[in-house]
């Protein structure tokens, strides 16, 4: 089921409630810009230059930094946009709109000879979502036309001759050989298809590796043949990403749900890395650190997992109910990790990944509902988020007019998501919630929320014993959720 199809759950089985907040919030002394176009004659042109105000934070598919300067980094998000920072992550500005909605920017990354070349590309799961080169920094970006109609989960450069690079998608492995000027696809009888990761052999652009939505395949041809490389890797395993150790190319890692492998001769015998959960083991991405032997970091849907031995033992660094999409370490900063996550935005380490802090200023990618004016400060404003990515939301609140926002602390953000909001017009401290999950009522003007009344459920829950337990479609990973206990 996919995020359109929650959202339209959502809405459904919350409909009685909305009507009747809905009523309420039309009856508040709430004045929206709406109302007011009704009793006040407005300016139109006051409203031709917006800029964000937050909530920062929000959904980052890709963190990338420029190989040539540790300061400039860039992320992408769900929608089609690139943000940028130049002062190593501190401050962010939107640099780039490709305007094209609902397009997953997934790969991003800077040119190793020039930090004015860019490449990103993306999908729409399944639907096409296109290659974009930029050759001034950002400023005008140029579409692909061979890529135009294709959807792209994967896109690596050559660590050897940046001219070539490739991407993958749902129909096999595209290479061009002029910096992303042209393409030609990889056309084989053993060609793979829907394909999640990429990999390069440093010693020879002949060689590569393809993780696809089931195990992993290799060429030593470049795309003439490809050989389906499994021993010793679970059958329901999507490859979401392979990393192949700069000093030693024999030694790869790769990461699927399944877990994470290694292999120690070229892909031909993978054994499971143990230490990570089976509840986590949905690692994103996967990084061996570019200058200290043995760190290994791994983005799961449960947090982040650092190993200094070589996959001998794990720790968690951060809470388990973050989800993580992206690793970037510059090999001149080695104890500064950047990680993107999904709805907390952009997170570093300054101490090689044990702790992390939120930077986000200026950066928001948020699915708002609704802000709302305090009925007694007009200086407090409230916002109701969606989570777009993993469901749930975020309720915010601002003390300074939209400059700073800091989230409800006893809302389950991952489980509920609020719709409308009614302040009482004579007690600004007594707030009430509709959400999915029924009515929450507030005593302190917003700090704190209990459930007041729960939502009917739309249906029963289906019983485990008829539940799917091969592949169950995932509404917004690239492939399928492998078999849980598999």
């Known amino acids: 089921m996919g995020i359109k199809d929650n959202m339209f759950n959502l809405r459904k089985n919350s409909a009685l409630l909305l009507i009747v907040a809905f009523a309420f919030v039309v009856n508040s002394t709430v004045l929206t810009s709406a109302v007011r176009a009704a009793d006040t004659p407005v300016d139109t042109e006051k409203f031709d230059d917006w800029s964000v105000m937050g909530p920062d934070g929000g959904d980052v598919r890709v963190v990338a930094i420029d190989p040539r300067d540790k300061n400039r980094l860039y992320i992408t998000t769900l929608d089609g946009q690139i943000h940028t920072s130049a002062d190593g992550g501190k401050t962010w500005s939107l640099l780039v709109n490709l305007n094209k909605p609902q397009l997953i920017l997934d790969q991003l990354f800077v040119d190793s000879r020039d930090s004015k070349i860019i490449y990103t590309s993306g999908h729409r799961h399944k639907a096409p979502g296109g290659f974009f080169r930029s050759i001034d920094g950002g400023s005008t970006w140029k579409e692909s036309k061979e890529l135009k109609e294709e959807s792209i989960h994967a896109m690596t450069q050559s660590p050897t001759d940046p001219n070539i690079i490739t991407v993958g998608t749902t129909h096999g492995v595209w290479i061009s050989k002029n910096s ?50 499994k021993d010793g890797m679970i059958d329901d395993s999507d490859v979401f990403a392979i990393t192949i150790n700069p000093r030693n190319p024999e030694n790869i890692i790769a990461s699927a749900c399944s877990g994470i492998y290694e292999s120690q001769n070229g892909g031909e015998k993978w054994s499971k890395i143990q230490g990570i959960p089976s509840q986590s083991r949905r690692t994103r991405d996967i990084l061996q650190h570019p200058t200290i032997p043995g760190t290994v970091y791994a983005a799961t849907t449960e947090g982040f997992w650092m190993t200094t031995n070589g996959g001998k033992s794990w720790a968690l660094t951060t ?76 309720f ?14 006893n809302l389950d953000s991952g489980r509920i998501v609020p719709f409308a909001l009614l302040q009482d017009r004579a007690n600004v401290n007594l707030m009430y919630l509709g959400t999915n999950a ?40 690239q492939g399928y959720k492998c078999n849980p206990v598999g």
């Open 438 to 477: 029924g009515i929450f009522r507030s005593l302190d003007r917003g700090a704190n929320w209990s459930q007041l009344v729960a939502a009917k459920p739309a249906a029963r829950p289906i019983p485990k014993s008829r539940r799917r337990k091969s592949r169950e479609k995932d509404g917004f990973d």
């Open 319 to 394: 809470q388990r109910n973050l989800e993580i999409n992206s690793i970037a370490v510059h090999p001149s900063e080695p104890n500064r990790v950047f990680i993107g996550t999904n709805n907390y935005g952009v997170m570093v380490s300054n101490d090689g990944g044990r702790n992390f802090a939120p930077t986000n200023d200026r950066f928001s990618s948020r699915f708002t509902y609704s802000v709302t004016a305090d009925n007694k400060s007009s200086d407090r404003l409230y916002a109701t988020t969606q989570n777009t990515a993993t469901g749930g939301g975020f």
């Open 396 to 409: 915010f609140t601002s003390l300074d007019a939209g400059r700073t926002w800091a989230p409800a602390k």
């Open 180 to 229: 992303g000027e042209s393409w030609e696809m990889l056309k084989s009888s053993t060609a793979p298809v829907n394909i999640d990761s990429l990999a390069i052999d440093p010693r020879s652009n002949d060689t590569m590796y393809a993780g696809t939505w089931w195990r992993a395949y290799k060429t030593v041809d470049s795309g003439k043949s490809w050989r389906l490389i």
